[in-house]
């Protein structure tokens, strides 16, 4: 069964990077779409951007549009989420999920990243 581990989070300042991996294990990515989703301090979780299974199609939710960028790399079995231009509203846990045929994200959520975004 695939599962995905997310990596790479931290405390940054505003202004910072960080770079996001999701790596999988258990099946190849190849077929799957991948959803990068964020669940700040008292709010639900919301899916920020996603990538279709070619890599061809992305797509970003307003409030990240032109600062993060994904990308994966079916080889090696893995997906990243570039975050540049942080700021304090980006501060939270960071999951990525898959999508299948049945058009669905996976029930399954793993423990995320924290991303932490202050001075």
């Known amino acids: 069964q695939l599962q995905l581990v997310e990596s790479g989070g931290g405390l940054v300042q505003p202004g910072g990077s960080l770079r996001l991996s999701c790596a999988a294990s258990?099946?190849?990515?190849?077929?799957?779409?991948i959803g990068w989703f964020r669940q700040a301090p008292g709010k639900e979780r919301e899916k920020i951007s996603c990538i279709s299974a070619s890599g061809i199609y992305t797509n970003y939710v307003a409030s990240v549009r032109g600062r993060f960028t994904v990308s994966r790399d079916n080889a090696k079995n893995t997906a990243d989420l570039q975050m540049n231009s942080l700021k304090p509203e980006d501060t939270a846990v960071y999951y990525c999920?898959?999508?299948?045929?049945?058009?669905?994200?996976?029930?399954?959520w793993g423990q995320g990243t924290q991303v932490t975004v202050s001075s």
């Open positions: 999920n898959y999508r299948g045929v049945s058009g669905s994200f996976s029930d399954y």
């Open positions: 258990g099946a190849a990515l190849d077929y799957y779409a």
